[in-house]
């Protein structure tokens, strides 16, 4: 089953008749073509191995943490069709071998996956086992942080979702970087907020691994250096509802 087009601008036909208004109208004429073509572009990813964009580097000799930070999300929810924008940081600790891949291809990685009906938490593994795949790290992290508009918009309609109690953040974390000392080297290096991730509390693949033991409430704030604020992250809201 490929991209269909035809089938794509007639639902469209059908969804804007029933919600009462006239696909034949001039406003919307050319409206089933233009989302048609959307889909085909934010959704590319369906079906694509994200994995082989990961091309080795040979004999690079280097075997200490690669971090890119900040890399641009936008992903398609599953559940409502409604957009999820925000950043994704990737880390990784190269094998013995010292195999690592371009930065910009932890970017692209990143983009191929968010271009999928998506779900976060599912987002977020996608890239770690990507990465584990076909660098076959020592350690690897990733966390994303993201506006959900199925949150904003609509739902809960959550205030100040923009600054955080509505921000969904996740993570999945791999091989050497379970270790808590090389992970406090990870999280003091990335953006001030990650270790908010490893909060038991915070709904992610991790919450019940048994990584979270390793920290405290304190601890998490400490290292975060957001004291204030780790226990209003990520708790207000549901995605999914």
Known sequence: ????????????????AGVGDDPQREGLRETPRR????????????????????????????????????????????????????????????????????????????????????????????????LDAQLAPRGVFVMLEAEHLCMTMRGVKAPGALTGPARIIADFVLGLLRDKAVLTNVLNAGHDATLLALDAKVTSPCATDPL??????????????????????GRDGDANS
């Open 1 to 16: 089953m490929g991209f269909d087009r035809a089938r794509i601008e007639e639902g469209v036909r059908l969804l804007l």
């Open 35 to 130: 989302v048609a073509d959307m889909f085909e572009e934010i959704l590319a990813g369906i079906g694509r191995d994200a994995a082989p964009l990961l091309t080795v580097i040979p004999g690079a000799g280097f075997d200490e943490m690669i971090m890119v930070k900040d890399i641009p999300l936008a992903s398609l929810c599953e559940h409502h069709l409604l957009p999820f924008v925000g950043k994704a940081h990737v880390a990784y600790v190269p094998n013995r071998e010292g195999r690592i891949t371009g930065l910009s291809k932890l970017a692209r990685v990143v983009d191929t996956l968010a271009k999928r009906l998506q779900v976060q938490e599912r987002l977020t593994t996608e890239i770690a086992d990507a």
């Open 212 to 233: 979270a033991s390793l920290w405290s409430d304190s601890e998490i704030c400490h290292v975060a250096g957001r004291r204030n604020h780790c226990l209003s992250e």
